[in-house]
């Protein structure tokens, strides 16, 4: 965000295909601790002309609720 608004698009799309390193849009989930922040990643995808991404809601503390499922440990 820049005073509060989202780069050019044509900024976003270059900067995120640099992170995305060929995946598509449709192949990206985004999440975070809560769900909420990784929202403002897909809606600047969306702002970028990069459809199809996707939001996990309940994020990485939805995640860890359930003990059944995988967390790396180092």
Do not use: I
């Not at 990206?28 to 991404?53: D, F």
């Amino acid at each position: 965000l820049v005073d509060g608004r989202f780069k050019p698009p044509a900024q976003l799309r270059e900067e995120f295909a640099a992170v995305l390193g060929g995946a598509t849009p449709d192949q990206v989930v985004h999440m975070c601790g809560s769900g909420v922040t990784a929202c403002y990643n897909l809606l600047a995808m969306e702002h970028a002309g990069l459809h199809g991404s996707r939001l996990y809601a309940p994020s990485w503390s939805g995640w860890v609720s359930d003990p059944a499922r995988p967390v790396a440990k180092d």
